[in-house]
């Protein structure tokens, strides 16, 4: 979902260079258009995770990162990570086990939304656009493994995200559910214009991503042809 008053617009990565101890991981130069996907695949270890950390705002001081993470005209490298209003989704749903599902959904509206009714109304709302429109006062332990990664979309989608990172979000689910549950988070994304950095060692996430494919390499050698991104093609 756009922030208010203002359009989802294209992520630009211009020349991200992440070295460790000195050792380049990973350089990449892309433009996601807004509600379009970057997929990243890659070997344990060649850096997807420390890419998405880098953009989001946490990446350990330990590795040395530059290049500019653009979006509607801002660098968000200089932004700290509150400000960069980047959505994430790791591959635990990490609900908070104290609230009810829909008290983990309302958590992440904007705190300018004040009023507690509006802030249940939009989670509300959001879990009902996950097809979990009943489940508000539900305990989160109640919950399958694909319930919460849909509790877990909601909750970013109300946050208002200018981009959706996603760390292998979907691996742990079962086949059908995994199905289901990309064609969700795509489809929300581009609804809501926003782009997408999905990290992943599915093939198939990559298919349904569509989009952009950029494959790491195997021992981040900085080798033009492991670092080049091209044109995944997509049958879906
Ligand atoms: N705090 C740290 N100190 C030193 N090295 C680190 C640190 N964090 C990560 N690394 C190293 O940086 C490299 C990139 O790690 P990263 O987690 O980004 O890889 P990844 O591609 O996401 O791996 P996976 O697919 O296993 O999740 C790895 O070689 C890892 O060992």
Known sequence: MPMAGEEGSNLMLVGIDIRLKGRCLITLSAEIAAGEVLTVMGPSGSGKSTLLAYIGGFIDPVFTAMGEVRIAGRNLAELPPEDRHAGILFQDPLLFPHMSVGANVAFAVPAAISRRAERRRIATQALGDVGLADFFDRDPDTLSGGQKARVALARVLVS????????????KLDAPLRSQMRQLVFARAREAALPVILVTHDEADAAAAGGILHRLGDGGDNDPAATGYRIWQSAV
């Open 160 to 171: 208002q995200p200018r981009l959706l990172l996603l760390d292998e979000p979907f691996s």
